[in-house]
Each structure stands twice: as C-alpha cells, then as structure tokens.
C-alpha cells in the first residue's frame, strides 16, 4: 500500500523558513514522480514543484515559487523535502505530497493538477504570521 505521510509544518513568523518532509513507504521512491501542492482556506489546491526522484530535475508552479522554495529528495530514505524560505501570510495552507506512479517527468502546464497524481498525504498545516 502507498503511503505518503508529511511532517514539518508549524507557525512561522513572515521571513521565516520551515522544511516540510515527505516520507513514503509501500512502494519503490525511484519509479515515483513526487510533488507537493497546497491548498489555503476557501482556494483550491494549486502546485508548488515537483521532482523526479530517478534523476532529481525538478520543476515548480508556478515558476515564481522557485528561489524561496526547493524541493529535493532522498531515495536512500524514500523521502522528499519542501524547503520554504522567505515566508509570507500569503503561503499559510495544508501542504500536501502527492505521488505519480510509474511516471518519469513532471507535468507542467494544464498537466500539472492534482489529477495527475494518484496518491496523497494527510497534509502538514503551515501558518505565517504577519
């Protein structure tokens, strides 16, 4: 059984850093595409960056995110990391790992939604205080 379970999340003052941990088990890291979105109260779950843990290109959505965040992974420990600098209000929401199975790439585009990605995790809340 595939199981994704997050951890790292927490109250950060704005400006702050957190480190959000993906950790899965039940299935091989390397044949995965993993990616973490976010959903905020009201909004709809939207992308954050995505990586293939075969080869670690990674790609984020959208591009803007990339210089606060950076995703990474870990296949000696089946685990992928959101590292999240420079926070603000703006990025309090449930952050969510999500997996693609036997997928090789990440999707961009009108491709990268959460349909793309068959299994989830429970979620991390982040909140930023202004």
């Known amino acids: 059984e595939v199981q994704l379970v997050e951890s790292g999340g927490g109250l950060v003052h704005a400006g702050g850093s957190l480190r959000l941990s993906c950790a899965a088990s039940g299935f091989s890291f390397k044949d995965y595409t993993i990616a973490w979105f976010r959903q905020a109260p009201g909004k709809e779950r939207e992308g954050v960056a995505c990586?293939?843990?075969?080869?670690?290109?990674?790609?984020y959505y959208p591009n803007s995110k990339k210089g606060r965040f950076t995703i990474s992974s870990d296949t000696d420990k089946n685990t992928a990391y959101l590292r999240m600098n420079d926070l603000n209000p703006e990025d309090t929401a449930v952050y969510y790992c999500?997996?693609?199975?036997?997928?090789?790439?990440?999707?961009?585009?009108?491709?990268?939604?959460?349909?793309?990605?068959?299994?989830w995790g429970q979620g991390t809340q982040v909140t930023v205080s202004s």
């Open positions: 999500a997996a693609a199975d036997g997928v090789d790439w990440c999707p961009t585009g009108s491709m990268a939604t959460p349909a793309f990605f068959g299994s």
């Open positions: 990586i293939t843990t075969s080869d670690g290109s990674s790609a």
